[in-house]
């Protein structure tokens, strides 16, 4: 028997098809998926990004079909008989990907919230004890309450970076330099200064910010409360309620997302600062996702690799994911482990019903549970039996076993 053909090989075979049954002949599942003119169609815009193919190119972010304008990002999913079984190819020119450097910011990330944010604590906390007046006293307290802004009310650096003894170790300093306050009595006046004052209006503002995203509700919610579709333990919602607080906020169907990792016993998603570790080192990965919802499963995808904890290769966005109609409207559940995917389209789930695993496929930096729900295309707002309030970024939710 010979090797397996693997995924540039097919794509490469199926762009050079010249006729509608060499495509068919290189692709066979994704002809009848997609249909002929629909193919072509992507075939010859294609071409008009980059010219006449001229192969599949393997790069560390991907595969690119290139020619001589430039290269396309593509991706795909091979049969047994190494023939193309799934086609996703990019809807613009390809250009070096932002998560190329993404090792370095995770880096970078968890070194601020573990060595930097605490050391500048300990220094805002140690300038407010030496203030030599309230007017010092206040221009140096503005530095304090950004920082105390950032990390509790924008979660930046993440909090499940910090292990849980970390955590309260910062609390204990933020209570200390709130403790200097008792030495102000004794101290001159003073004045603010302006930058202290400019730096006050920082504060308030970016409160008010947080404020207001954690408020924020769409005009509709789902019709009827779903159930958590996670595994027990502890989930913190890395992504999740208004504009600033929310990255998914900027496209309609994802509007009102969530992303949601689970925490391990130390209150971190993953231990230790290395970015290289295997996605299955991360307290998320691997447990069980069950239906969140009653419905008819209308799309449901699998085999798609998982990515490297840190950096995204190009690939569907939702990677491997199913999709529950419930009548009302969709919900879907993306990023899953490929090999795990449970269901297929036309399946009847009900409420508790697995579906699949927590994976890292898909557009995902990190193994997580992206979960949405859409109506007629435009982003409702989740609710959940037995959890009160909205799911904003920084929630804690205890699953029960």
């Given at each position: 028997m010979g090797r397996r053909r693997g995924a540039a090989e097919a794509l490469d075979a199926f762009f050079r098809a010249?006729?509608?049954?060499?495509?068919?002949?290189?692709?066979?599942?994704?002809?009848?998926?997609?249909?002929?003119?629909?193919?072509?169609?992507?075939?010859a815009g294609t071409r008009e990004r980059i010219g006449p193919f001229e192969g599949v190119e393997e790069r560390p972010d991907g595969l690119f079909a290139r020619g001589p304008r430039g290269r396309v990002a593509v991706a795909g999913q091979v049969d047994d008989e190494g023939r193309l079984a799934?086609?996703?190819?990019?809807?613009?020119?390809?250009?070096?990907?932002?998560?190329?450097?993404?090792?370095?910011?995770?880096?970078?990330?968890?070194?601020?919230?573990?060595?930097?944010?605490?050391?500048?604590?300990?220094?805002?906390?140690?300038?407010?004890?030496?203030?030599?007046?309230?007017?010092?006293?206040?221009?140096?307290a503005a530095v304090v309450g950004f920082l105390l802004v950032m990390a509790f009310g924008f979660k930046a650096p993440s909090a499940t970076d910090l292990p849980r003894w970390a955590r309260w170790a910062l609390?204990?300093?933020?209570v200390?330099?709130?403790?200097?306050?008792?030495?102000?009595?004794?101290?001159?006046?003073?004045?603010?200064?302006?930058?202290?004052?400019?730096?006050?209006?920082?504060?308030?503002?970016l409160a008010a910010v947080v404020a207001s995203s954690r408020r924020a509700r769409a005009a509709e919610t789902v019709s009827s409360p779903l159930r958590l579709p996670l595994d027990p333990g502890v989930w913190w919602v890395m992504q999740g309620g208004g504009r600033w607080l929310n990255h998914h906020h900027v496209v309609p169907e994802q509007r009102w997302a969530v992303d949601l990792v689970k925490l391990g016993?130390?209150?971190?998603?993953?231990?230790?600062?290395?970015?290289?570790r295997d996605a299955s080192t991360y307290a998320a990965y691997g447990t069980p996702l069950y239906a969140p919802c009653a419905g008819t499963v209308v799309r449901a995808a699998d085999g798609w690799p998982d990515q490297a904890p840190g950096r995204v290769v190009f690939a569907p966005p939702a990677g491997n994911h199913v999709a529950i109609?419930?009548?009302?409207?969709?919900?879907?559940?993306?990023?899953?482990?490929?090999?795990?995917?449970?269901?297929?389209?036309?399946?009847?789930?009900?409420?508790?019903?697995?579906?699949?695993?927590?994976?890292?496929?898909?557009?995902?930096?990190?193994?997580?549970?992206?979960?949405?729900?859409?109506?007629?295309?435009?982003?409702?707002?989740?609710?959940?039996?037995?959890?009160?309030?909205r799911l904003r970024r920084g929630r804690r939710i205890s699953v029960p076993g």
């Open positions: 010249g006729s509608e049954a060499e495509r068919y002949a290189a692709a066979p599942r994704v002809v009848e998926a997609v249909g002929q003119p629909r193919l072509a169609a992507i075939l799934a086609l996703y190819v990019a809807g613009r020119p390809a250009a070096r990907s932002p998560w190329r450097a993404a090792p370095a910011l995770r880096a970078a990330r968890v070194w601020s919230a573990r060595v930097v944010w605490p050391l500048a604590l300990v220094a805002a906390g140690a300038a407010l004890w030496t203030a030599g007046s309230a007017g010092e006293w206040l221009d140096r609390a204990a300093l933020t200390a330099s709130a403790a200097s306050a008792v030495r102000l009595p004794g101290r001159p006046r003073g004045t603010v200064s302006l930058w202290g004052a400019v730096e006050w209006v920082l504060v308030a503002a016993p130390d209150g971190t998603r993953a231990p230790g600062l290395r970015i290289d109609d419930t009548g009302r409207e969709h919900v879907l559940l993306a990023h899953l482990r490929p090999g795990t995917v449970r269901v297929r389209v036309g399946d009847r789930v009900a409420v508790g019903d697995r579906l699949g695993e927590v994976g890292n496929s898909g557009n995902s930096t990190e193994p997580h549970l992206h979960l949405q729900a859409d109506r007629d295309g435009r982003s409702v707002q989740l609710r959940f039996e037995g959890v009160r309030g």
